[in-house]
């Protein structure tokens, strides 16, 4: 049986796969024929892999539905789906009843998924994995030290999908790959379950959905290509430092997403992008965003980063490091800055929008202070806001110089406000008198026009 690469499906291994559907499989293969929804056909382990064949009767549209069954304990070395050369598959369906097992053993990485979708013209398959009763629970073990899923085929800009439904959990035992395809706008995976990553978790190409309710966790997370995770549940990570990817990666966390770090630290070239009602959680101690990683605060979206150092690096490549949209928060613990040439760290601030920041830097001189190498140059939009909690005027307005707002780094100043009921400091273009002092001066103006009239 030919196997394929996620970067290249040419017409040798199509070949392939014509000659399997039309021979009989070797004796430690398994296929099998699509059952019906009250009569899926039960999947038995095999010594090889277990092939999920079907009518070939579907459109482009509509698919026709095969349904297969895991009771106990079922073990291949991979699992595929079968069908016709040139035709549209069945999508299949796998039944688990309450407390089974599938074991997929096959250790190849993306040259040989542990999970494979037949390439042939069109197909746009989908391989659900459902428990058969609401409430039941089953389990899938990837065992190998390098497993892939690759619900992926470059042709004609179809992709085929994998769904991981409520009640199953999916364990891979080292690393762990979905394997996509960036000119397909579909979503190669959708979770509804629970995917636990025993160390790394790679996202080649692939547009993922973490729904509501489901959980991705993983020690590492590493992407390529123009990848996406959509987290509607949670991503847990917990690394030590990973660098991830490279461009066009983004995290969207959606409403109600948590994006979970229970790491010291963690480097991201993503785009992390957070809409209104997500949030992040765990002890992250240093979140480093590296070329293009940047983060994004959506609309009267609230993100706490207020334990966390931030430090920027190599952000001259881009248009801005952080943004808030309008009447969006962000909290960040100490902004810090980190790079072997001189760089600009660009901030946007939104209509109504907030950025709070513990402290401006570290005065760490491994991470780097404000200086003439190290400016910040900050867009702040109408009623926008930037607040400093940890003040102290030696230190902070000396280095006023090194800040740019709205184009501009004239009259500059930290006026004393407050924020959540303590002391805070607001980043102004000019220097105001203090509120107490232009009430007063309203008054005494007041009391001297009526003076004059009466005279």
């Known amino acids: ?36 929804i009250d009569n899926p056909v039960l999947l038995a382990s095999a010594d090889g892999y277990i092939a999920l064949g079907g009518t070939q009767k579907g459109t482009a549209d509509a698919h026709d539905e095969g349904y297969f ?45 542990a999970m494979n979708w037949n390439p042939s013209n069109k197909a746009t398959n989908t391989i659900s994995f459902l428990v058969k009763n609401d409430g039941d629970t089953a389990t899938v073990n990837f065992t190998a030290s390098d497993a892939t899923v690759a619900p992926v085929y470059s042709g004609d800009n179809y992709a085929s999908k994998w769904v991981v ?3 199953i959990t999916v364990n891979a ?23 636990n990553v025993g160390n790394q978790f790679n996202n080649y190409d692939a547009i993922i959905n973490i729904n509501a309710g489901a959980r991705l966790s993983a ?18 990570l917990s690394n030590a430092g990973q660098d991830v990817g490279y461009s066009q990666r983004i995290i969207q966390v959606k409403d109600g997403g948590k994006l979970e770090f229970n790491a010291t630290t963690f480097t991201t070239t993503y785009y992390m992008i957070f809409d209104k009602g997500s949030s992040v959680d765990g002890t992250l101690g240093k979140l480093i965003l590296k070329r293009n990683g940047h983060i994004e605060v959506n609309p009267d979206a609230k993100i706490d980063f207020s334990k966390t150092l ?20 962000l909290k960040i613990g100490v902004l810090g800055f980190s790079s072997n040439a001189n760089m600009t760290t660009k901030i946007t601030l939104w209509n109504n929008s907030t950025l709070v920041l513990g402290s401006l830097d570290s005065g760490d001189v491994n991470i780097g202070t404000l200086s003439d190498k190290y ?23 000396a280095k006023l110089k090194y800040i740019t707002v709205n184009g501009s780094s004239e009259n500059l100043a930290w006026v004393k406000t407050t924020f959540e009921g303590a002391d805070a400091w607001k980043l102004s273009t000019a220097v105001p008198e203090p509120a107490e002092w232009a009430a007063i001066f309203g008054a005494v103006a007041l009391a001297l026009a009526v003076y004059r009239r009466r005279k």
């Not at 070949?15 to 398994?30: E, I, M, Q, R």
């Not at 394997?179 to 509804?192: K, L, M, P, V, Y």
């Not at 400016?375 to 307005?397: C, G, H, K, P, V």
Request: hydrophobic content about 40%; glycine content about 10%; charged content about 15%.
């Open 69 to 113: 069954q895991v009771d106990g304990t079922v073990g291949a070395q991979y699992l595929i789906v079968s069908g016709s050369c040139g035709g549209y598959n069945t999508n299949a369906n796998i039944f688990f009843t309450n407390g089974s097992t599938l074991n997929l053993s096959l250790n190849g990485g993306a040259a040989n998924p």
């Open 173 to 195: 035992a080292n690393n762990f790959s979905i394997a996509g395809n960036s000119a397909n706008t579909r979503a190669a995976a959708e979770i509804d379950g629970n995917i």
């Open 165 to 167: 439904g409520k009640g």
């Open 219 to 236: 020690k590492k997370l590493v992407a390529n290509e123009k990848s996406r995770l959509n987290v509607a549940g949670t991503l847990a």
């Open 310 to 329: 931030v430090t920027v690096e190599e952000s001259a490549a881009h248009d801005k490091s952080i943004s808030v949209n309008k009447g969006g928060e």
């Open 1 to 36: 049986m030919g196997r394929h690469n996620k970067y290249s499906i040419g017409a040798a291994l199509l070949s392939t796969l014509c000659a399997f559907a039309a021979t009989t499989a070797a004796a430690s293969d398994t296929t099998y024929n699509a059952g019906k």
């Open 375 to 397: 400016m910040l140059d900050i867009t702040l939009s109408e009623n926008a806001s930037l607040l400093l909690l940890d003040y102290s005027a030696e230190r902070d307005d």
